[in-house]
């Protein structure tokens, strides 16, 4: 290899550093600060970079803004679909597996410290600037009730649910998984691993009373048999 590939290949590496450098403390300090206070003085000073050189990749702090969001979009995304890749395709044990896929969900794209991000900045600047979180909009809650809604017909067409409109069922699934933790997320609290195995089993037992086969639950819960006066 030749020195002058060496030192492209060298500063190559160091200019994606650089960035990412930039892109890390610039997604620390809109979240401390919202998009309005947020500087580029600080987000230099936290980067240890000058600010000269956060204009140079970033040309200003909108674009910058915009890179924070896909940066950290890219990641939840990528967990995501990780998650969405353990989702039971079998009805054997549905509640059970249901509720352990309600937890990851929660615990690694909902209240991990990408998602509560995304979210604290659709809160504080989703209103003042809508077009910066369309992208989020479409790639995250969009592509995540898209999935689910196709895994639902997948177990659907198997007979383990009884379902007539997906990407309702989906919906409601992520609702109900979020609604015994929406308070304490707001506030941005962190549950406990106890608190995200309580949520999930409500989430899954309400979902399954709503979309189990009928014939499952007999199963599971037979009738009591009259008794036999002789």
């Given at each position: 290899?030749?020195?002058?590939?060496?030192?492209?290949?060298?500063?190559?590496?160091?200019?994606?550093?650089?960035?990412?450098?930039?892109?890390?403390?610039?997604?620390?300090?809109?979240?401390?600060?919202?998009?309005?206070?947020?500087?580029?003085?600080?987000?230099?000073?936290?980067?240890?970079?000058?600010?000269?050189?956060?204009?140079?990749?970033?040309?200003?702090?909108?674009?910058?803004?915009?890179?924070?969001?896909?940066?950290?979009?890219?990641?939840?995304?990528?967990?995501?679909?990780?998650?969405?890749?353990?989702?039971?395709?079998?009805?054997?044990?549905?509640?059970?597996?249901?509720?352990?896929?309600?937890?990851?969900?929660?615990?690694?794209?909902?209240?991990?410290?990408?998602?509560?991000?995304?979210?604290k900045l659709v809160q504080t600047e989703g209103e003042r600037y809508p077009h910066l979180f369309e992208s989020w909009r479409?790639?995250?809650p969009g592509k995540l009730t898209t999935a689910l809604s196709a895994l639902f017909g997948r177990l659907a067409h198997k007979?383990?649910?009884?379902i007539d409109d997906f990407d309702v069922a989906a919906r409601q699934f992520v609702a109900l998984g979020n609604a015994d933790?929406?308070?304490?997320?707001?506030?941005?609290?962190?549950?406990?691993?106890?608190?995200?195995?309580?949520?999930?089993?409500?989430?899954?037992?309400?979902?399954?009373?709503?979309?189990?086969?009928?014939?499952?639950?007999?199963?599971?819960?037979?009738?009591?048999?009259?008794?036999?006066?002789?």
């Amino acid at each position: 290899m030749s020195s002058g590939a060496r030192i492209t290949g060298h500063t190559q590496r160091g200019q994606c550093a650089k960035r990412m450098s930039i892109l890390d403390a610039a997604a620390d300090v809109f979240c401390r600060q919202g998009f309005a206070g947020a500087s580029i003085d600080e987000i230099a000073a936290v980067a240890c970079v000058s600010r000269q050189t956060i204009y140079n990749h970033y040309r200003e702090k909108e674009t910058l803004f915009v890179a924070v969001i896909e940066d950290v979009m890219n990641r939840a995304n990528a967990m995501l679909f990780s998650v969405l890749s353990t989702f039971p395709d079998r009805a054997d044990n549905l509640e059970d597996e249901l509720t352990a896929f309600a937890v990851r969900l929660n615990k690694n794209c909902i209240c991990n410290h990408d998602g509560k991000f995304l979210r604290k900045l659709v809160q504080t600047e989703g209103e003042r600037y809508p077009h910066l979180f369309e992208s989020w909009r479409q790639q995250g809650p969009g592509k995540l009730t898209t999935a689910l809604s196709a895994l639902f017909g997948r177990l659907a067409h198997k007979g383990a649910l009884t379902i007539d409109d997906f990407d309702v069922a989906a919906r409601q699934f992520v609702a109900l998984g979020n609604a015994d933790l929406q308070m304490m997320i707001l506030l941005g609290g962190t549950p406990t691993d106890e608190e995200l195995e309580k949520s999930a089993r409500n989430a899954v037992h309400t979902f399954l009373k709503a979309y189990g086969r009928p014939e499952a639950e007999e199963a599971d819960h037979p009738p009591q048999l009259a008794a036999i006066s002789g």
